[in-house]
């Protein structure tokens, strides 16, 4: 009998229904101020079968939430032109099908629309029951893929987001929309080369790309590689920042030691600095996208535009992913940063499953532990009323490895310590996934 591949086996391995349920089951109580969908889109190959876990096909779950109770669960797949009709991101020409990717990172709402997202092709827009829509150009304009992290200003309602490329340039275009959704700044960046460029940063007076070693290769691609992209540290690691007030002018670029960065946590201008939150990886891929990935810790950059100068601090040394904020604090100083800890092996890793509260001003970090083979995916938050940075909660997908059961927990972040105020269990397993929001009703 032959044996599954990792990323397709325990949680990770795909469900294959989709489903519809009602009235879920709670122990405890759902906060009565949450109404709306949380939703968490991730990889489930609808073949059950991908080469690498990043390829498989988009999947959105969510849970309904209204009046205290938990009304409704549906998870569906993103039906690309890749699921539908088995297009393909290039022919053999190297032709891209900005259709055809698997839209299985993010989910997101900007200007009432929901967009599923993968940044190897264009978002797909999702009606209000999770069916697919159709992909979303805006009108046309948009005309490379799109991050899985564009970044919303709390303060202009704008759409910040980019796209880079892999065999051809441009290797990163800069976008931006209004507040209604119209794409109305589209920038090339010269002089980047072909990174991998998952996530970005946004403050209230710049933008912030990351122009990091892990780069497509070329060689690995002719090769069969499913996934193409390899450390390369003679690439270097720099910060290019961009005046938002000046979104055609320069690029100023700062170096950093190497590293890789998924995912930007929280960003802020200070004076003559700006101050990033990230997760910080020493390296990637040396071998390639196969390899086992090394441990990632909360660091601080901070960049100084009159020195030309960054500081780089790591702030703590367990492994951690997954850093939220809340999103009315997007791109200003929002003190608390959210992330998750998940053992590799459940029932035997000594580190348990957790939700990390960090106090960046003070240093102090609380937590919400699970029990042993309880493993939990990135927590959204959802806030309790209308101040930014007040209370709120946690809300994520936890996985019992023991029961092969997923359930939406949420904890009051006001004692992370504290048992959950709700557990929500789900009708059907939830796999490893990666990224999500709570979506309350307008």
Not at 48 to 61: C, I, N, P, R, Y
Not at 135 to 148: E, I, R, S
Not at 384 to 412: C, N, P
Request: glycine share 10%; aromatic share 10%; net charge negative.
């Amino acid at each position: 009998m032959s044996i599954p591949v990792p990323h397709l086996a325990g949680n990770y391995a795909p469900v294959g229904h989709e489903v519809t349920a009602h009235e879920l089951p709670v122990t405890g109580a759902v906060p009565a101020e949450l109404t709306g969908w949380y939703l968490r889109n991730g990889p489930n190959p609808h073949e059950a079968a991908s080469a690498h876990w990043f390829l498989g096909d988009g999947m959105v779950h969510g849970v309904r939430l209204e009046g205290g109770r938990a009304t409704a669960f549906r998870n569906r797949w993103v039906r690309t032109s890749a699921f539908t009709d088995g297009k393909q991101l290039f022919d053999q020409y190297g032709n891209r099908d900005l259709t055809a990717g698997n839209v299985n990172t993010h989910v997101v709402r900007h200007a009432g629309r929901t967009l599923a997202l993968a940044e190897s092709s264009l978002p797909y827009l999702l009606s209000p029951d999770l069916e697919t829509v159709g992909p979303h150009d805006f009108d046309g304009k948009l005309t490379t893929p799109m991050t899985a992290h564009p970044k919303t200003c709390p303060v202009t309602g704008q759409l910040h987001f980019f796209g880079y490329g892999m065999l051809t340039p441009p290797f990163l275009t800069y976008y931006r929309a209004n507040a209604n959704g119209d794409l109305e700044l589209s920038r090339v960046v010269e002089g980047v080369g072909p990174t991998m460029m998952h996530d970005f940063a946004l403050t209230r007076r710049h933008v912030v790309f990351l122009d990091l070693p892990v780069v497509f290769d070329l060689k690995m691609a002719m090769g069969g590689d499913p996934f193409p992209y390899r450390w390369n540290p003679s690439y270097g690691a720099r910060l290019g920042v961009l005046r938002r007030d000046e979104p055609h002018g320069a690029v100023r670029w700062f170096d950093v030691e190497p590293c890789y960065v998924f995912h930007v946590g929280y960003a802020y201008d200070d004076g003559d600095d700006i101050v990033l939150g990230i997760i910080r990886y020493p390296h990637l891929w040396r071998s390639g996208s196969g390899e086992a990935y090394p441990e990632s810790t909360l660091w601080r950059w901070t960049v100084n535009l009159r020195t030309e100068k960054v500081i780089e601090e790591q702030l703590d040394d367990r492994n951690t992913e997954f850093p939220r904020v809340d999103e009315r604090l997007a791109g200003l100083d929002s003190r608390f940063v959210h992330t998750i800890t998940a053992p590799a092996h459940p029932r035997h890793d000594p580190v348990p499953g957790s939700l990390l509260r960090y106090d960046t001003h003070t240093g102090e970090v609380a937590q919400h532990t699970f029990s042993p083979g309880r493993v939990p995916s990135e927590a959204a938050f959802a806030p309790a009323d209308d101040r930014a940075g007040g209370d709120g909660w946690l809300m994520t997908y936890v996985f019992d490895e023991a029961k092969g059961t997923s359930d939406l927990v949420i904890v009051d972040i006001t004692d992370m310590a504290a048992k959950p105020v709700a557990i929500v269990h789900l009708p059907q397993r939830v796999p490893y996934g990666f990224h999500g929001n709570w979506l309350p009703d307008a």
